[in-house]
């Protein structure tokens, strides 16, 4: 079955970074686009970053541009969202999603069929 399980959430402080990193197993990772959401406390879920399946073009949210770099392993079935200069607006709970097909990319939670369970992140000082 398929599973996406991320890691890599904490505590930072305003200008910190962190990385985090969603393991995925139970179906041939290198042939689907993937992506991260998130979702803040009182908040919907927002999209903020995907990946196609080769790694050869990648898309942010506005919100995270040029903070944020997401990048993907696909010998170690591994998609990764390197967080710089973070924010106390990126407090949220961070998930990763599998796209319906190699270069589906959205922002549209409907448009992925896996979800992880998430990891948190808190920007505090």
């Known amino acids: 079955q398929v599973q996406l399980v991320e890691s890599g959430g904490g505590l930072a402080q305003p200008g910190g970074s962190l990385r985090l990193s969603c393991a995925a197993s139970?179906?041939?990772?290198?042939?689907?686009?993937m992506s991260w959401a998130r979702q803040a406390p009182g908040k919907g879920l927002e999209w903020v970053s995907g990946?196609?399946?080769?790694?050869?073009?990648?898309y942010y949210a506005d919100s995270v541009k040029g903070r944020f770099t997401i990048s993907r392993d696909n010998a170690k079935n591994t998609v990764y969202l390197q967080m710089n200069s973070l924010k106390p607006e990126d407090t949220a709970l961070y998930y990763c999603?599998?796209?319906?097909?190699?270069?589906?990319?959205?922002?549209?939670?409907?448009?992925?069929?896996?979800w992880g369970q998430g990891t948190q992140v808190t920007v505090s000082s």
């Open positions: 139970g179906f041939t990772f290198s042939s689907y686009a």
């Open positions: 999603a599998k796209g319906r097909g190699p270069r589906l990319v959205s922002i549209v939670p409907s448009h992925y069929d896996y």
């Open positions: 990946i196609y399946s080769d790694g050869s073009d990648t």
